[in-house]
């Protein structure tokens, strides 16, 4: 098995399982802090959300951050494949749509106003460009005409 199906197979997260989870995420308040920021970046871009939009955000973790987008606006669902990260985030966000779904297998053709990803090792840190290509393509065809993508690292 190569290390991109490793990690994208993996239901166990020992980050989240450990109880120590802001190793890999981040806080409530410095969620935050980040959706803030993200926000002043889409304003640059000039990019506004329809009063009616459909978000979500690939490989949410916790949740702080898709809760966070909530609060901003966005109706947005989380999307977390790992078994751990997903009860951490049912538990500390129960109100948010949070499902569990494989990034590798997204494809939800001219669906979504906005997609965000953040610090999602499939995209930013294996080396398995085929596999990459055909996510990102995915994602590009998840977006309704004028939606928006917004995946970073930090």
Do not use: W
Request: charged share 20%; aromatic share 12%; with cysteine.
């Amino acid at each position: 098995m190569n290390a991109f199906s490793k990690i994208a197979h993996a239901k166990e997260h020992l980050g989240y399982k450990s109880g120590n989870i802001y190793s890999h995420t981040i806080d409530k308040d410095n969620a935050k802090n980040f959706v803030n920021g993200y926000q002043k970046i889409l304003n640059f871009y000039k990019f506004h959300l329809p009063a009616q939009n459909k978000c979500i955000d690939l490989g949410c973790g916790a949740g702080y951050l898709t809760n966070e987008f909530k609060n901003h606006g966005f109706d947005i669902t989380g999307l977390e494949y790992s078994n751990d990260a997903l009860d951490v985030a049912k538990k500390h966000n129960p109100h948010l749509n949070i499902i569990q779904g494989d990034m590798s297998k997204f494809n939800k053709p001219n669906s979504y106003d906005f997609i965000f990803s953040r610090e999602v090792y499939i995209i930013t840190r294996v080396n398995a460009f085929t596999d990459q290509k055909n996510i990102i393509s995915n994602i590009v065809h998840s977006l309704k005409r004028g939606g928006g993508i917004y995946a970073c690292r930090k």
